[in-house]
Every structure is written in structure tokens, then in C-alpha cells.
T-cell receptor, first 111, second 110 residues
């Protein structure tokens, strides 16, 4: 059984660019959640996908968007990057109401 | 507003001493409370949840609805307990949304 994997692990972008982060769910899990963790802060909920549909969203602007695919893997897209978007982005998979299993994260730096 | 507060950024104790990591929450309803732990160079993982009422690695946490607290306790700290600990809340109407505190670094000195 493989755990949650995320790619890339690190990336650097400049302001105004767009980024796509990817997440493979743990086997058997149908729900994916994305979190943003700024330095020195706890993770902050971005949104959740269940069976390919967004099912809950945190206080993030529309330029943060996502997808979930039929195999339950997921993407997080961020458009028009801002300096404050620099953070660790965590993906977590679960069965709908079950325990969240986190990936190791993708560290995004925006210059 | 829904909020989780962990008042201590760093808690430093000696091996064998008791540990209490504080967590207070604000939520109008019946939330689920969790403690997550992140050991050095490892991913965030669930330590315990209040509904299971388990003791994991010697840690316990009791939900006190009157004081809106969910403090994490261990009677005798071990060096391997050194890690970052996050308290988190899940509201009854949101399955995937966890609200995390800012985290407390526990440092257990030999």
C-alpha cells in the first residue's frame, strides 16, 4: 500500500506565473484535501475534492483551483502567483469521513 | 469564528518530566478534536482523536467542553517525543476541513 505522494517537492516561480501541484492519493481513498502551510503557521484548509467534485472550500481566492481525476489523484492550480503564496502545500487523502493521511508537501517559493 | 489556539510555540522539558501541551478552541457546535504530530523529516500524522478516547504512545487528551480545551498530556516525557504538535478541529458539517492551531514544538532534553 503506497502512501500519499506529492510532486514536485520544491519549485521556484516568479510573481504572476501559474503553478500546478500534483497529488496521488493513498490506495482506496476517494477524498483529497489541500492545505497551505506558511512558515511558522499551522496548515490552512484550501479545499476538498470528493468523487471529482469540490466539496468544501476555505478562505482562498478563486485563483486557487483544483481537480480530482477518476483515479482520485488531484491537482492544485494557482494562477497569478503572489509573494504571499510562498508556502508548503500539503495534500491529504482519506475515505470521506475518515482519518486524513498527509503527503510530504510541495514547497513553493515565489520571487 | 472557528479557531484553535495553542498558546505555547515551544515547550521544553527534561526526560521523565510530565508534559502538557495546551489547546483551546472556539466553535459553536460539537466539533471533533485531534492532535497531529510531525517528527523531524517526517510527514504530518494523526496522534489521537477525542472520539476514540485512546492513549497513543502514552499521550492522552480529554475534551473539556466547558473550558473549550483539548490539552495533550503525557506523564513521563521521552526524548523520542520531541516533535511539532498541532491541535486541530473539525466541525460537524465539514468532513475534510480541519482547522489547525499554530503548533507547539516539544523539546525533550536528556
Amino acid at each position: 500500500e503506497t502512501g500519499v505522494t506529492q510532486s514536485p517537492t520544491h519549485l521556484i516561480k516568479t510573481r504572476g506565473q501559474q503553478v500546478t501541484l500534483r497529488c496521488s492519493s493513498q490506495s482506496g481513498h476517494n477524498t483529497v484535501s489541500w492545505y497551505q502551510q506558511a512558515l511558522g503557521q499551522g496548515p490552512q484548509f484550501i479545499f476538498q475534492y470528493y468523487r471529482e467534485e469540490e466539496n468544501g472550500r476555505g478562505n482562498f481566492p478563486p485563483r486557487f483551483s483544483g481537480l480530482q481525476f477518476p483515479n482520485y489523484s488531484s491537482e492544485l492550480n494557482v494562477n497569478a502567483l503572489e509573494l504571499d503564496d510562498s508556502a508548503l502545500y500539503l495534500c491529504a487523502s482519506s475515505l470521506y469521513t475518515g482519518e486524513l493521511f498527509f503527503g510530504e508537501g510541495s514547497r513553493l517559493t515565489v520571487l | 469564528a472557528q479557531r484553535v489556539t495553542q498558546p505555547e510555540k515551544l515547550l521544553s522539558v527534561f526526560k521523565g518530566a510530565p508534559v502538557e501541551l495546551k489547546c483551546n478552541y472556539s466553535y459553536s457546535g460539537s466539533p471533533e478534536l485531534f492532535w497531529y504530530v510531525q517528527y523531524s523529516r517526517q510527514r504530518l500524522q494523526l496522534l489521537l482523536r477525542h472520539i476514540s478516547r485512546e492513549s497513543i504512545k502514552g499521550f492522552t487528551a480529554d475534551l473539556n467542553k466547558g473550558e473549550t480545551s483539548f490539552h495533550l498530556k503525557k506523564p513521563f516525557a521521552q526524548e523520542e517525543d520531541s516533535a511539532m504538535y498541532y491541535c486541530a478541529l473539525r466541525g460537524s458539517s465539514n468532513t475534510g476541513k480541519l482547522i489547525f492551531g499554530q503548533g507547539t514544538t516539544l523539546q525533550v532534553k536528556p
